[in-house]
């Protein structure tokens, strides 16, 4: 039997960097309903998606874009709601690159979660060059974020989140 942390029905625990902790089933909904708070609020909110910094690793500009609906799969959104996920994607994508968070993103996206959501994993210098760049070393990097970060690069991001929110607001018009 598949015993995977992130699966919906099995109770997960995570800290946020700033130390809060939280304990839910399923992220994503946990978001949605209030049980989970951002770091510094929604960047973006609509009645279909949200945008987040991540919670649990400190990396610049590491955005989180979720349903607040409880679905598994691309497939599973209505052609509109395709369409909003792919402004919401530009200008998350636009954003980091035009606050020169970074000039490089790996999308990651996959049906383990049980909750859909995509990252836009901004690719810092600092760990390109530790690690590499690219889908292999995002696990690498997160742990290496989680134990390292220090107190200046975490009030750098929650700086950004706020930059980042203007930028969706200016930019995403729905």
């Given at each position: 039997m598949l015993k995977d942390e992130n699966l919906v029905g099995y109770a997960r625990e995570a800290t946020d960097f700033l130390g809060n902790k939280y304990q839910f089933?399923?992220?994503?909904?946990?978001?949605?309903n209030g049980e989970i708070k951002p770091i510094n609020d929604f960047i973006y909110e609509s009645d279909n998606f949200f945008v987040v910094q991540d919670i649990e690793i400190p990396l610049n500009g590491f955005l989180v874009i979720s349903t607040k609906k409880h679905i598994n799969s691309y497939i599973e959104l209505t052609k509109?709601?395709?369409?909003?996920?792919?402004?919401?994607?530009?200008?998350?994508?636009?954003s980091i690159k035009e606050l020169n968070i970074s000039d490089?993103?790996?999308?990651?996206?996959?049906e383990k979660s049980k909750h859909f959501h995509v990252w836009l994993f901004p690719n810092s210098e600092k760990e390109i060059k530790k690690f590499g760049a690219?889908?292999?070393?995002?696990?690498s990097i997160c742990q290496?974020?989680?134990?390292?970060a220090t107190k200046e690069?975490?009030?750098?991001?929650?700086?950004?989140?706020?930059?980042?929110?203007e930028y969706y607001k200016k930019n995403l018009k729905r």
């Open positions: 089933d399923c992220m994503g909904c946990s978001f949605s509109e709601e395709q369409y909003e996920l792919a402004d919401i994607l530009e200008i998350g994508i636009r490089k993103i790996t999308l990651v996206q996959e690219g889908v292999s070393y995002v696990r290496d974020l989680k134990e390292n690069e975490k009030e750098e991001i929650i700086n950004t989140i706020e930059k980042i929110r």
